[in-house]
């Protein structure tokens, strides 16, 4: 028999999705990284203010880091797409159809009287 692993660490058997806790505090180490990524952008933007271009590039880059940050905050993730099994009945067919040796089906047409007589409209109307 093999020595089972022992750590006390449990073992994930299911395909779960990961707690709501846990997903919203992966949320928020999301959310706080982008927004720290702003505050040193603005500060290399001031150290690098005699390269202008590269101070501007900073500053440019740090305006829409608040609006991803929220985005990515309050982004979750997608559901799985999972076939459901369900039951799936079998087509059949009203009638079979007729076979070429066999005579088509026969139609029955009524043909109203000339005369108008057994038809169910009242007399003189």
Not at 72 to 89: C, F, G, H, L, T
Request: charged fraction near 25%; glycine fraction near 6%; aromatic fraction near 8%.
């Amino acid at each position: 028999m093999e020595e089972r692993d022992r750590s006390g660490d449990p073992v994930l058997i299911t395909e779960a999705a990961p707690s709501y806790d846990d997903e919203l505090a992966a949320r928020k180490r999301k959310y706080m990284f982008t927004m720290g990524m702003r505050f040193p952008c603005l500060i290399l933007a001031g150290i690098f203010y005699q390269t202008w271009w590269l101070a501007l590039a900073l500053l440019v880059l740090s305006i829409p880091l608040p609006w991803v940050a929220v985005l990515i905050a309050n982004d979750r993730p997608p559901r799985k797409s999972e076939e459901a099994n369900r039951y799936q009945r079998e087509h059949r067919k009203i009638e079979a159809a007729p076979e070429p040796a066999i005579e088509p089906h026969q139609v029955i047409d009524v043909d109203a009287p000339a005369d108008g007589q057994g038809t169910d409209r009242p007399a003189g109307g």
